[in-house]
């Protein structure tokens, strides 16, 4: 995946194969900078309660497309990387969009700064 921020948007454009996985059509997902209220790089919980769909979840490996949980409706895209970025959002169709990228510190710190 491709991340930017482009004037007062994160955008998010997925690769081919993500977007298989992911179980999405939308080549890219542009969230306006004032509607993730945190952002942060720890491990969110996860359980098996969680109900996928769709989506691809393959244990230890991909965790990837729409999961409707406890906490409302989320969005993952994570692999064995551990290094998470988690963006808790409000007036957007996912209450959390949870992810792991190279360098998820400097894209927390870019996300809080704007």
């Known amino acids: ?36 209220r945190q952002a942060s790089n720890e491990e969110p919980p996860s359980s098996w309660m969680e109900l996928r769909a769709p989506g691809t979840f393959i244990p230890r490996v991909i965790k990837a497309g729409t999961y409707y949980t406890s ?15 988690v963006l808790e959002l409000e007036d957007e169709p996912y209450n959390k969009i949870v992810l792991t990228v190279d360098g998820s510190q400097s894209w927390l710190e870019r996300i809080n700064v704007n």
């Open 71 to 85: 906490r409302g409706k989320e969005f993952w895209y994570v692999t064995r990387d551990r290094d998470y970025l």
């Open 1 to 36: 995946m491709i991340l930017s921020i482009v004037g007062d948007k994160f955008i998010i454009e997925w690769e081919w194969f993500e977007q298989l996985w992911g179980c999405t059509w939308e080549k890219t997902l542009e969230i306006p900078l004032a509607h993730i």
